[in-house]
C-alpha cells in the first residue's frame, strides 16, 4: 500500500511525506481484522525542534541538621529531537564540599522521548555532617556543543519538621446565592523531625465579607507524616464578583511554618456546570486473576445555578485514533466505550452521575498471547442553556493479560470473563488523564489552576515516584507535580501570560525508564487586577540575590502591586497605599510601593535556614505564594549605580580625617579606614524593631561574626552592626590591609554565616 503524510501534531507540525507499507494479518474474524503495518519512507518535520531539554531548572533538597541520610530526586532530560541524543551529565558545589551527585553520568536519550538521571544531595559528605546553611551547587548536562544546568540547592535546616504542601492555591466557581464547585483536597507533609500531630488549619478570607471558607484535616491512615486538608466554601457569597480568602496551615516546632494556601472565589451569576473529575481511566486491577474490564468510572456532574439544565452526553470522534477497533463475538462493529445517561434533566443545585463503561461483549481480537492496549476517547456532555459543552477524557489502559476463556485461536478476551494478569510484565510506556483540566479551559492570568493528572504504567501500575513536570506554550514557569498515591500527581499553575490558544503539557518518567506525554490546549485571559510575585523575584535590595536575611532590606518584583508609587516615612508601616506583604504569615514593613516593586525590611524573628512563602495582598486580592530562601545572613554591599555590581557605597577615612566616598578621583591607602554600607547581615543586639531606625545613641551590634577582605586579602572588622539612624541599612567598618595590590576596581567581599556577598569594587592607590 502507499500514502501521503500531510501533517501532524507536537514535534511533527507541519510534516509532509510519502510512506509504502505491507499489511500482516493477526487473526480474522467476520466483519473486521486487526493488522500490523510496516513500511519505509522520508518524513520531513520543519517544526520539529532539536536538542535535550532539562526539567526542572532547579532542584531543592531540605534536610534535617544532623542528618546523614542522603537524598534523591530526579532530573527530567527530555529530547525534542528526532535523532538519539548522547549526553554527559556532571555535578559541581560552590559551597559545602562535595556534597552533590548525579547518575549515570553519561549515556543516550532516545528520539522524541524523556530520559532522566538521579540527582544526590548527601548532608555528610566525608562523614561529617555540614552545619545549618544554605548550600549551592549545580548540574550540568553536555551535548554536542550544548551545555545546559539545573541550579541545585541545599537548605540544612533546624531540628524541626518542615511543611510541603502539593498545592498552593486553589480556585472555586458559585453561582452568587447558589451552590459553589465540588471540595478540593491538598496533601500536607511534614518532610522534617517529627509527625504533623499538632497541625492546624486556620482560615480567612477578605473584602469584610462573612467567612466561606472551611477545611477539615484528616491524618493518612497509617503515616503520622502526611494529612489530606479538604477545602470548600459554604456559605456562598450573594453578590457576583470575584473572592479571595486563605488557608494557613501551622505546625509547632516548625521553621516553615504556616505554610499557605491561597483561594479564589468566582461567584457569577449562572455558574456554569461542575464536573469531577474531568478525566477518567479505565483499567483492570493488575496482578493475579480478575475481570478484564474495570468497574466503570464516575463523573459527577453538577448544577450550580438557580435553573434547571437539560443536558445531552456523547462520544467524540478521538483524531488519528480509530472509532470501532473493537468486535463482539458475531463480528459487528461496536465501540469499546459507552456512556450514560445519554440525555436527561439536572434540577437546581442536583448532581448526577455521568458512568463511563465498556459494553458487555466487546472483546479485543487476538491470539491467546500477551497483549497491550491503551485507547483514548473523549465524551462531549452539552448543556443548550448554557451554550456550554464540557470534553472530559477517558483512557483505556489494559496491561499484558492473558486471555484463559479456552477459545483457540481468536479471541482473547470478554468483558466479564476472567483473565490473569502476567506476572513478568516489563512496561514499555506510560499513559494518563488531565482529572482537573477540560479541554478548553479557560484561565485567567493571576489566579490559580490546579494541574491534577493521573499516570500508570502499560502493566497497570500507578507511577508514584520518579519526576512528572508541566509546561506551557506561553512561556510560564514550569511546575514540578507532586505525587500524593495511586497514580495522582499535582501542582498549581499561576497563569503569567495572556493567550487564545495556551498548551499545557505533562511530561512523566517513570524509574524504570517509561515515559509519557500529556496534552491540553485552552486559553487563558488578561488581568490586572491580581497581584502577581516574579519567579526569584524576591531579593536582597543591595545584591539583588535571590536570598534573603532577618532584618535585610529586600525588594520584591511582579506586576499589578499597585496603581501609584508610595513610599513611607519612619518607622515603616505594615500596609502602604493599598497594599501589604506576607512572608512566613508575618506582615512586613513596607518602604516603597509601586505596581510592580515593593521594598520592604524583613522582621528580625524570621526562622533562618528555612524556605518561606510570601504572599502580597493589594486591596481585597491576593497573590499566590512564591518561596524564597532565608538564610541566618546574606549580605549585600550597595553600589553607587545601584545595580549590585561595581563602585561599592562605600566611605573611606583616614586617620584624623572626615570620611567622604571612595572613587578613583578618591582612592583610600593601606592602613585608612573604609566604612561599608551593606544588609543582609542577620539578627543585631540589642534588638530594634523591624522597620525602626537604629538607634543614634546606643550601638546594636551583629550577632553573626562578619569578615571582609579587600583585594583578596583579610581587613581587620572594627564595627559590624546597624548604621544609626538608618532603617535596615548596616555598616562594617574595616581597615584597608596591607599587601593590597593598588587599582581603581579593587574588589571588596563581606562574609556572615557562611554566606558571601557579591564582590563590589574600591579605588586603592
Known amino acids: 500500500m502507499t500514502g501521503t503524510v500531510t501533517g501532524g501534531t507536537g514535534i511533527f507540525q507541519g510534516a509532509s511525506g510519502t510512506f509504502t507499507g505491507t499489511i500482516t494479518l493477526s487473526s480474522g474474524v467476520a466483519g473486521g481484522f486487526p493488522a500490523i503495518f510496516a513500511g519505509s519512507g522520508t518524513i520531513m518535520a520543519p517544526g520539529a525542534p532539536g536538542g535535550l531539554g532539562v526539567l526542572p531548572s532547579v532542584l531543592t533538597f531540605t534536610i534535617p541538621q544532623n542528618s546523614n541520610s542522603a537524598v534523591a530526586q530526579t532530573l527530567m532530560l527530555n529530547n525534542q529531537g528526532l535523532s538519539a541524543q548522547a549526553f554527559q551529565a556532571s555535578a559541581s558545589t560552590t559551597s559545602g564540599g562535595n556534597w552533590l551527585g548525579v547518575s549515570p553520568t553519561s549515556g543516550t536519550a532516545p528520539a522524541a522521548v524523556a530520559t532522566t538521571v538521579a540527582v544526590t544531595a548527601n548532608p555528610a559528605p566525608g562523614g561529617a555532617a555540614l552545619a545549618a546553611g544554605f548550600y549551592a551547587g549545580q548540574v550540568t548536562v553536555n551535548y554536542g556543543t550544548v551545555s545546559v544546568s539545573t541550579n541545585v540547592q541545599l537548605v540544612i535546616g533546624g531540628l524541626g519538621g518542615n511543611l510541603a504542601l502539593s498545592e498552593t492555591g486553589l480556585a472555586f466557581q458559585c453561582a452568587a446565592g447558589g451552590l459553589a464547585s465540588h471540595a478540593q483536597t491538598i496533601r500536607v507533609a511534614n518532610m522534617g523531625t517529627g509527625t504533623l500531630a499538632g497541625l492546624t488549619a486556620t482560615t480567612s478570607v477578605t473584602g469584610g465579607v462573612a467567612n466561606w471558607l472551611n ?126 445517561p445519554a440525555s436527561g434533566t439536572l434540577g437546581p443545585g442536583n448532581s448526577f452521575p455521568l458512568t463511563a463503561s465498556v459494553p458487555a461483549g466487546c472483546f479485543v481480537v487476538a491470539d491467546p498471547c500477551l497483549l497491550d492496549i491503551a485507547d483514548w476517547r473523549e465524551i462531549e456532555a452539552t448543556f443548550p442553556e448554557d451554550n456550554y459543552t464540557a470534553t472530559i477524557g477517558v483512557l483505556l489502559n489494559i496491561p499484558n493479560l492473558w486471555a484463559d476463556l479456552g477459545v483457540p485461536g481468536a479471541v482473547a478476551a470478554v468483558a466479564g470473563r476472567t483473565a490473569k494478569v502476567a506476572e513478568s510484565c516489563t512496561p514499555s510506556g506510560l499513559n494518563g488523564v488531565f482529572t482537573s483540566l477540560l479541554a478548553g479551559f479557560q484561565g485567567t492570568v493571576g489566579l490559580p489552576e490546579s494541574i491534577e493528572v493521573e499516570i500508570l504504567d502499560s502493566c497497570g501500575l500507578t507511577m508514584d515516584s520518579s519526576v512528572v513536570v508541566a509546561t506551557f506554550s506561553s512561556g510560564d514557569p514550569p511546575v514540578t507535580l507532586t505525587a500524593i498515591g495511586g497514580g495522582q500527581w499535582t501542582g498549581t499553575w499561576t497563569p503569567l501570560a495572556a493567550a487564545s490558544q495556551t498548551t499545557v503539557t505533562v511530561e512523566a518518567a517513570g524509574s524504570s525508564g517509561v515515559t509519557g506525554t500529556l496534552q491540553l490546549t485552552g486559553s487563558v485571559t488578561a488581568s490586572t487586577a491580581t497581584p502577581i510575585v516574579s519567579a526569584g523575584g524576591i531579593v536582597n535590595a543591595a545584591s539583588y540575590a535571590p536570598m534573603i536575611a532577618p532584618g535585610a532590606f529586600i525588594a520584591i518584583y511582579g506586576a499589578n502591586f499597585g496603581a501609584t508609587n508610595v513610599e513611607s516615612g519612619t518607622p515603616f508601616p505594615e500596609t502602604l497605599g493599598n497594599t501589604q506583604v506576607l512572608l512566613g504569615g508575618q506582615p512586613l514593613p513596607l518602604y516603597f510601593t509601586s505596581t510592580g516593586q515593593i521594598d520592604a525590611i524583613v522582621p528580625y524573628n524570621i526562622a533562618p535556614n528555612s524556605v518561606q512563602q510570601v504572599i502580597v495582598q493589594t486591596g481585597t486580592a491576593y497573590s499566590q505564594p512564591q518561596t524564597v530562601q532565608v538564610g541566618a545572613a546574606q549580605p549585600g554591599v550597595f553600589t553607587q549605580n545601584q545595580s549590585g555590581t561595581g563602585p561599592g557605597d562605600i566611605l573611606g577615612q583616614k586617620s584624623g580625617g572626615v570620611p567622604s566616598l571612595n572613587t578613583a578621583a578618591n582612592p583610600a591607602s593601606v592602613g ?65 590591609p596591607a599587601g593590597v595590590a593598588p587599582g581603581s576596581n579593587v574588589p571588596v567581599v563581606l562574609t556572615a554565616a557562611v554566606a558571601a556577598s557579591a564582590a563590589v569594587t574600591v579605588a586603592i592607590k
Not at 686 to 715: M, Q, R, W
Open 215 to 340: 477545611t477539615t484535616v484528616t491524618p493518612m491512615a497509617g503515616n503520622p507524616n502526611e494529612s489530606t486538608v479538604t477545602i470548600s466554601v459554604n456559605p456562598v457569597p450573594q453578590v457576583v464578583g470575584i473572592y479571595y480568602g486563605r488557608v494557613d496551615l501551622a505546625l509547632p516546632n516548625t521553621a516553615n511554618s504556616p505554610q499557605s494556601v491561597t483561594v479564589v472565589l468566582t461567584a457569577s451569576a449562572g455558574a456554569l456546570p461542575d464536573i469531577t473529575p474531568t478525566g477518567v481511566v479505565l483499567s483492570p486491577p493488575p496482578g493475579g486473576s480478575s475481570t478484564i474490564w474495570a468497574a466503570p468510572a464516575t463523573v459527577t456532574v453538577a448544577n450550580l445555578g438557580s435553573n434547571t439544565l437539560t443536558y445531552s452526553a456523547a462520544l467524540a470522534g478521538a483524531p488519528g485514533v480509530p472509532a470501532n477497533e473493537y468486535y463482539p463475538a458475531n463480528g459487528a462493529s461496536m465501540d469499546w466505550l459507552t456512556v450514560s
Open 672 to 736: 585608612d579606614y573604609l566604612w561599608i554600607y551593606c544588609t543582609g547581615l542577620g539578627t543585631v543586639t540589642p534588638s530594634v524593631p523591624a522597620g525602626s531606625a537604629a538607634s543614634t545613641t546606643t550601638l546594636s551590634y551583629t550577632d553573626n561574626t562578619v569578615t571582609a577582605t579587600v583585594g583578596g586579602i583579610n581587613a581587620q572588622v572594627l564595627f559590624s552592626g546597624l548604621a544609626p539612624g538608618w532603617v535596615g541599612l548596616y555598616q562594617v567598618n574595616v581597615i584597608v
